[in-house]
């Protein structure tokens, strides 16, 4: 995406270990990864962003709603959000692989921006178990 667009990126993760390898993966000037609070506080020093994408993460969030407010808050007017997501959360625990606390990521989105379009994953490429329980949407 950077080397077709010349775009810059912002990666914002809790795990210093995943901010490490994103940098490192990317291997980008115009790559930044970034804690959660480091990007609030971008947010604060007034970042404005043209677009964001958000690819399987919202679901591993355990307050998604939370963590939509600053996406809508670094955005500018007209910016726009692309997601590929689970329906329901799938939030990471020590006790089981994945635990469901019955949030609807569809609907969190919903509270803080507008549908323009959306869709299910095509089962090719797609393994049929994530297909059948994911979506996207602009």
């Not at 962003?49 to 809508?72: E, K, M, S, T």
């Not at 726009?80 to 469901?100: D, G, H, I, Y």
């Amino acid at each position: 995406m950077i080397e077709r667009s010349g775009c810059r990126v912002i990666g914002v993760d809790i795990s210093a270990n995943m901010r490490a390898l994103a940098a490192s993966y990317v291997a980008s000037d115009r790559f930044i990864a970034c804690a959660p609070d480091g990007f609030s506080a971008l947010i604060a020093r007034g970042l404005r962003v043209d677009g964001a994408i958000a690819v399987w993460v919202l679901q591993h969030c355990p307050a998604p709603g939370a963590d939509v407010g600053p996406i809508r808050a670094a955005m500018n007017p007209g910016a726009k959000l692309f997601v590929v997501n689970n329906q329901l959360s799938a939030v990471p625990t020590r006790e089981a692989a994945w635990v469901n606390d019955g949030a609807q990521i569809r609907t969190i989105l919903s509270g803080s921006f507008s549908l323009e379009d959306e869709g299910v994953l095509e089962a090719e490429p797609v393994p049929p178990a994530l297909s059948d329980v994911a979506f996207w949407a602009t």
